[in-house]
């Protein structure tokens, strides 16, 4: 099964089931957007848009990179999505790019952006095209801001969830030694894609929104997090990769189609349930959390106190034994903050830094993290917030990032990634002199 990591880079393009054209009705042939949307009205009336000048509720916007191998599966999702449609309270707005070679849909050159309407059609995306851009680089920050502002233009709500979808890395490198990778929203066309702190650049100059999520692998981790806090209310991801198949829309949709006065961390909840109860039972595994962003500037601060407690106490045995046993991921630099905790809460000699260790999980458990759930029993111990914490070489282009100047955690790091390290032979020593 294909993951959404970028292992799966290189691979030809897989292609999804065929389809006709959309039935379109295109921004860019002459209409103005009111034009529009008495044609979207007209296709189903009272179903899409309030007529009482209020806002909506939700504006879930949708940014489906499907510039790469991962196509077929954005034509899926999309087709969950109109599992349940727009209605007066909640716009669903997509803009859905395509790989020059992909054949879903007929396939399209650059992207094209959706009001997601309800259709029971199995064989075709039936929603409105209400715009489409030639030659559209998802991988460039710009872009996603210009899809964001153009969506809470158009569809004006009290609040707004921003989903990207594609592959993603976390902060990190990873993949194959001649490309760097780090961040999400892969563009196979162009080469570019989104840096963690360029993500952090896109919903600033977005404005912000209720709820960010990414549908992509590896991405919930305090350094992604940490970038983007001042943003965003609610925080979702996977700490761990993701299948192909990515979130389930008809069932993250549905109850906030049914409920659209929830919250913002009811709708991360929800997000968390219908993503992981899509996975129970199945082969696989799969993680999922929200997270609370205003608590991530205490929990810089709270690991401050507890990591220089670890390193004056020069608990080197335990944190070595800790990293043997921890929760890893896909990138096993990667660590679950919570378990790392728990495990050293049980193996370190000083009483100090084990009841700090406690107050660390509490925090996570009580504050941080507002929802978590797994699948899959080599998951069990991911408790819902990633964290770079090398066993051997530290990357130093982790110093770029906002957590690294926020923090004092790059030191901890740096100070854990030599406790493993090999002296060289003497043959090399004596070179090096």
């Not at 997000?271 to 696989?284: C, E, K, R």
């Not at 046993?325 to 919570?338: G, T």
């Not at 899959?376 to 917030?385: N, V, Y």
Request: aromatic residues 8%.
């Amino acid at each position: 099964m294909i993951r959404k990591l970028l292992a799966v880079f290189g691979i030809a393009a897989l292609f999804g089931p065929a389809a006709g054209a959309s039935d379109a009705i295109n921004f860019d042939q002459g209409l103005d957007f009111s034009q529009v949307l008495r044609q979207v009205d007209a296709a189903a009336p009272s179903t899409l848009r309030r007529h009482d000048g209020e806002p909506a509720d939700w504006t879930v916007m949708v940014f489906l990179n499907g510039k790469n191998n991962l196509a077929p599966y954005g034509y899926t999702n999309f087709k969950q999505m109109e599992k349940v449609g727009s209605t007066p309270n909640v716009n669903i707005v997509v803009e859905f790019g395509l790989i020059s070679d992909s054949d879903v849909q007929g396939g399209w050159h650059g992207a094209r952006r959706f009001l997601v309407k309800k259709s029971s059609n199995p064989d075709k995306i039936t929603s409105p095209v209400l715009q489409s851009i030639a030659n559209r680089d998802m991988g460039d920050w710009h872009n996603l801001v210009d899809f964001a502002k153009w969506a809470e233009t158009k569809f004006p709500a009290k609040h707004t969830m921003l989903i990207v979808w594609n592959h993603g890395s976390g902060w990190t490198q990873h993949g194959r030694p001649d490309v760097t990778i780090r961040g999400i929203s892969y563009d196979d066309e162009t080469g570019h894609h989104i840096t963690t702190e360029e993500l952090g650049q896109a919903l600033a100059a977005i404005g912000g929104v209720d709820v960010y999520a990414s549908d992509a692998c590896l991405m919930q981790m305090a350094e992604v997090d940490y970038e983007i806090m001042d943003h965003a209310s609610t925080i979702v991801g996977s700490e761990e990769t993701e299948p192909g198949d990515g979130y389930t829309y008809n069932t993250l949709l549905g109850p906030l189609v049914e409920n659209p006065g929830m919250t913002a961390e009811s709708l991360g909840k929800i997000a968390v349930q219908s993503y992981v109860a899509h996975y129970q039972g199945g082969s696989g595994e799969a993680t999922q959390s929200a997270v609370r962003a205003a608590d991530l500037k205490d929990l810089a601060s709270l690991l401050d106190g507890w990591t220089a407690a670890i390193m004056n106490g020069n608990e080197k045995e335990a944190v070595v034994s800790v990293l043997s046993d921890v929760q890893k991921f896909y990138i096993r630099d990667n660590v679950d903050l919570y378990d790392f905790a728990r495990l050293i809460s049980e193996r370190a000699r000083s009483a100090d830094v084990k009841s700090q260790a406690r107050q660390v999980m509490q925090f996570l458990s009580d504050k941080l993290i507002v929802a978590s759930d797994t699948a899959g029993s080599g998951m069990s111990h991911a408790k819902g917030l990633a964290i770079y914490l090398p066993s051997s070489e530290f990357n130093p282009d982790y110093a770029d990032l906002a957590w690294a100047k926020g923090s004092r955690w790059m030191a901890f790091a740096r100070w854990v990634s030599k406790l493993n390290a090999r002296p060289k032979p003497a043959a090399a020593l004596a070179s090096s002199l």
